[in-house]
């Protein structure tokens, strides 16, 4: 089986500007959560979807977004991008009735 | 809050010695804990999980266990290898599978330097 995968892996913004991760969990996988990992904070929730609905949410701005579509993949969206913002974005996905979590490699966001 | 604090930080060992971090955690209601391995700018990859009736698991050369009395954790690494320098984080979750969502606290990581 194929893993999850992050696209893009790496990426630069500015400033003020918005960005769109995706990743594409394992198949079969119908829950999928976002996090954010930063050396002063360590890995933090950003939200969890399945089946096409947000069923938990971190404690996060409403610039941070996100949403699932009918085949699981997802995409995190956000606005406005702060210096802040700059960390690795890791996607997981986990299969129903199963504690299991698997990380894709993550996206690293840059924002300048 | 719940909370989970990792110790040490970091550590350094040599390769092929023993090595043993720990995990002690404030989450409530306890659902399960895991360990996670990350090399560095990768995701991190699942090492054990364990729920509250489980003392011990293993993994290879790693060994989880679980003291829920005391709520605390530690992951001991057998005979270190150069490829186990990564961090290791443990991550505690207050909700069952069955129930909404999936909440996850995260604690710090330590940081593994194998030498040769």
């Known amino acids: 089986k194929a893993g999850v995968t992050q696209t893009p892996r790496y990426l630069i913004k500015t400033r003020g500007q918005q960005v769109t991760l995706s990743c594409s969990p394992i198949s079969g996988h119908r829950s999928v959560s976002w996090y954010q990992q930063t050396p002063g904070q360590g890995l933090q929730f950003l939200f969890e979807y399945f089946s096409e609905t947000q069923r938990n949410k971190g404690n996060f701005p409403g610039r941070f977004s996100g949403r699932q579509f009918s085949n699981s993949r997802s995409e995190m969206n956000v606005s406005t991008l702060e210096l802040g913002d700059s960390a690795l974005y890791l996607c997981?996905?986990?299969?129903?009735?199963?504690?299991?979590?698997?990380f894709g490699p993550g996206t690293r966001l840059t924002v300048t | 809050k719940n909370q989970v604090e990792q110790s040490p930080q970091s550590l350094i060992i040599l390769e092929g010695k023993n090595c043993t971090l720990q995990c002690n955690y404030t989450v409530s209601p306890f659902s399960n804990l895991r360990w996670y391995k990350q090399d560095t700018g990768r995701g991190p990859v699942s090492l054990t999980i364990m729920t509250f009736s489980e003392n011990t698991k293993s993994n290879g050369r790693y060994t989880a266990t679980l003291d829920a009395d005391t709520k605390q954790s530690s992951l001991h690494i057998t005979a270190s290898q150069l490829s186990d320098s990564a961090s290791y984080i443990c991550?505690?979750?207050?909700?069952?599978?069955?129930?909404?969502?999936?909440?996850?606290?995260f604690g710090g990581g330590t940081r593994v330097l194998v030498k040769p």
């Open positions: 997981a996905s986990r299969g129903q009735g199963r504690y299991e979590q698997y």
């Open positions: 991550v505690v979750s207050d909700v069952t599978i069955k129930a909404a969502g999936n909440k996850l606290t």
